[in-house]
Nanobody, 116 residues
């Protein structure tokens, strides 16, 4: 059974930094694309960043230049370094991973709160 677990969320002041982690396990198939999404209260879940198995990143315009996505394939772990955080970055951040069969899995989310 595939498990996807996010960690690293918390409360930070505007301008601060946080590093999120996403650990995926429970499958013999390697994960292809790994993604971060976020959902603010009362809003839809939005794409934040993704990274392919070869390490090619892609970002939402709202986080370009501030967030950096990376992954460790040997550990099936993905990271999101978030710098220069803004109050509008406040949301629950979710990890979404896709395995070699094309099946996707969500994590339970981790709360990020940025105070002004």
């Amino acid at each position: 059974q595939v498990q996807v677990v996010e960690s690293g969320g918390g409360l930070v002041q505007a301008g601060g930094s946080l590093r999120l982690s996403c650990a995926a396990s429970g499958t013999i198939f390697s994960f292809t694309t790994m993604n971060w999404y976020r959902q603010a209260p009362g809003k839809q879940r939005d794409f934040v960043a993704r990274i392919t198995s070869s390490g090619s990143p892609n970002y939402a315009d709202s986080v370009k230049g501030r967030f950096t996505i990376s992954r460790d394939n040997a550990k099936n772990t993905m990271y999101l370094q978030m710098n220069s955080l803004k109050p509008e970055d406040t949301a629950v951040y979710y990890c979404y991973v896709i395995n070699g069969l094309g099946r996707g899995y969500w994590g339970q989310g981790t709360q990020v709160t940025v105070s002004s």
